[in-house]
């Protein structure tokens, strides 16, 4: 059973540029969850996903940042017009159903940044 | 809200000494706490958890005790080695409904041979 996968594993954008962030679940996960890690510090949670459903996005900064987890194909991170402040590691994590989020499994990140 | 206070590090230790790496937690009711273990360049992997208070997580030779009258879930390992260098994460999952988990900052352990 693959782990959680993200792509792609770095990525390089110019300041004004979008960035997508793709993240595809365990098999049989249909929860997923978005953190970011500035450097040095520890994981912020952004959004909680199910499939079609944004459950809970009260860690997503209002402007710039979207998600989806569509019913078919990975979740992805949008984030538009990017800065430098955005520069940071962005982990996916994903959970089984009826699991309550005790479970969470960890992608490798996508770490992006900004010039 | 939900929080956790987690040690400062770095820690550097010799092989085969005792680690411990301090957590203390803010929460309400009985939350779940976990700590996470991540190697350079890489995501956050599971090290152990614990879901009730006076519960024991224990792996690889690791083991935090939820202690709810100290609000703490220390991590301890009787003889670290080299390949326990990484940096450690305490985190827990509240109980108000939200399925985030709230992390440490994180403590940068370096074992030297």
């Known amino acids: 059973n693959a782990g959680v996968m993200q792509n792609p594993r770095h990525l390089v954008r110019r300041r004004g540029q979008e960035a997508r962030l793709r993240c595809s679940p365990m098999k049989g996960h249909s929860h997923v969850y978005w953190y970011r890690q500035l450097p040095e510090e520890g994981l912020k949670f952004m959004v909680y996903l199910q499939k079609e459903n944004i459950i809970d996005e009260s860690g997503m900064p209002k402007e710039r940042f979207s998600a989806e987890f569509p019913k078919e194909g990975p979740s992805i991170l949008r984030i538009q017009q990017v800065v430098r402040g955005d520069s940071a590691a962005y982990f996916c994590?994903?959970?089984?159903?009826?699991?309550?989020?005790?479970?969470?499994?960890f992608g490798p990140g996508t770490r992006l940044t900004v010039t | 809200g939900d929080s956790v206070t987690q040690m400062e590090g770095p820690v550097t230790l010799s092989e085969e000494a005792f680690l411990t790496i301090n957590c203390t937690y803010t929460?309400?009711?009985?939350?779940?706490l976990f700590w996470y273990v991540q190697y350079p360049g890489e995501g956050l992997q599971l090290l152990l958890k614990?879901?009730?208070?006076?519960d024991k997580g224990s792996n690889k030779g690791f083991e935090a005790t939820y202690r709810k009258e100290t609000t703490s879930f220390h991590l301890e390992k009787g003889s670290v080695q080299v390949s326990d260098s990484a940096v450690y994460f305490c985190?827990?999952?509240?109980?108000?409904?939200?399925?985030?988990?709230?992390f440490g900052t994180g403590t940068r352990l370096t074992v030297i041979p």
């Open positions: 994590a994903s959970s089984p159903p009826l699991a309550g989020g005790i479970e969470q499994y």
């Open positions: 985190a827990l999952r509240g109980v108000t409904g939200a399925n985030n988990l709230f």
């Open positions: 929460a309400t009711g009985y939350p779940s």
């Open positions: 614990a879901t009730k208070a006076d």
